[in-house]
């Protein structure tokens, strides 16, 4: 049976390989033919998944989609982006410009195995998935047991919605600065941050997963967030975000041409459309048909979809399930709060010790970016006050005064943030905890030492 079924996955490789070959994908990038960016068109074999290859490719240079033009109807794919850079400038870096053609074009690699939207093997680090109800001070104790542990994180992004966390990161031996790969060792780090993850509720869901593989990280939390049902709506949710904020989606079914057509109203922001796309990719859905239309405040989206089997939605109950899917993925990354970003030198621990001082301040963050870059800690956060207050300038001095001026700089204005409503949960991943909390206490560092 696994022999039939590695013949049947090769067999596809390499039939997927002989169509690309007769008709190699071509990417044309013009600056001539729109006064305000720079236009891109892909023509390709068509494929499911290809749609999601080229956006993320575009994401991950950080290219703002002002509009898109999207068909892949037959066996041809073609597609249209007018992009810019964050600033709104055109894109005329030649480095950017040569790096798309070779990512988009006939010089790409498509092996199944290397594909960007894949998973591959590293030995530089550990990857570790933590998904599991939000709470306060909860990375600010994953990150205490990772540094007791001898685990220093190198990178990592957190997400949380609707009351859940997800979180994925990649940390190295102290010790040797590469991978961890003792069994027996990786077995205490999973089951420490899965006790860590249930807290004082052992029967509550969580789960834990270490390997070396290596995959497109946001992607990856999409996924992670969908398999946890973020995306169901119940009594306790959080309800902090405000109206204008919240898109607006709709499914209707085009009888005369068999597809259902989604539509999406909502603010617009960065990577909007990956995370749009990437959700109705996982869903199993094909996007035949797209107009995307983002060059104001707010953006404009419209799909002609079929499940991958080639019907159109079919239920009420199948359509209001790509409904909530599809807003609990634009709601994800939205970024509320003051956004705080901290550059030092890495080192061991360090992510703990920051965290604990924002807990210990009673901050509350909603999103986190952790990167390390030529031995420096590229940190970004997102934070608010306690219960939903704005922050208070004050406890930002004192802040910045305890980790360092330079190091820590505010980007935003504490007057200008909002309060949340009083009735609604605090999101909670670091903030909240009014008085420290000791890892001896959960049982967690005894266990191991």
Known sequence: MELSMSYSHDSDDE???????????????????????????????????????VVQVLTDLNLIVTKAYISSDGCWFMDVFNVTDEDGNKITDEG??????????????????????????SMNHT???LTGSDRPGLLSEVSAVLTH?????????????????????????????????????LSVIKELLCNVLKGSNKSGLAKTEVSQDVTHTERRLHQMMFADRDYER???????????????VNVVNCYDKDYSVVTITSKDRPKLLFDTVCTLTDMQYVVFHANIDAEGPEAYQEYFIRHID????????ERERVIQ???????????????????????????SNVTRIFRENSLTVTRAEVATKSGKAVNTFYVGGASGYP????????????IGQTILKVKGNPEDLKPASQDSPTRFLFGGLFKSRSFVNFGLVRSCS
């Not at 080639?310 to 109950?317: E, F, L, M, T």
């Not at 406890?395 to 305890?402: A, K, P, Y």
């Open 234 to 248: 119940t009594g306790t949710d959080d309800d902090s975000l405000d109206e204008k904020q919240r898109p607006n």
């Open 15 to 53: 039939y997927e390989k002989l169509i690309r070959r007769m008709n190699p994908p071509r990417v044309v990038i013009d600056n001539e033919a729109c006064k305000n960016a720079t236009v891109i068109r892909v023509d390709s074999a068509n494929k499911h998944g290809i749609l999601l290859e």
């Open 96 to 121: 950017i410009l040569d790096y798309i053609r070779k990512c988009l074009g006939p010089e790409a690699c498509f092996a199944s195995s290397m594909r960007s939207v894949g998973v591959k093997q």
């Open 127 to 129: 990857a570790i998935e």
């Open 391 to 402: 922050v208070d300038a004050k406890i930002i001095d004192s802040i910045r005064q305890s």
């Open 149 to 185: 542990l001898k685990c220093n994180v190198v990178s990592a992004e957190v997400w949380t919605h609707n009351t859940r966390a997800a979180a994925l990161m990649q940390v190295t031996d102290e010790e040797t600065g590469g991978a961890i790969t003792d069994p027996e060792r």
């Open 325 to 351: 899917c599809l807003k609990a993925a634009i709601e994800r990354r939205v970024s509320e709060g003051l956004k705080l970003e901290l550059c030092t030198t890495d080192r061991v621990g360090l992510l």
């Open 310 to 317: 080639g019907s159109p939605v079919k239920s009420d109950a």
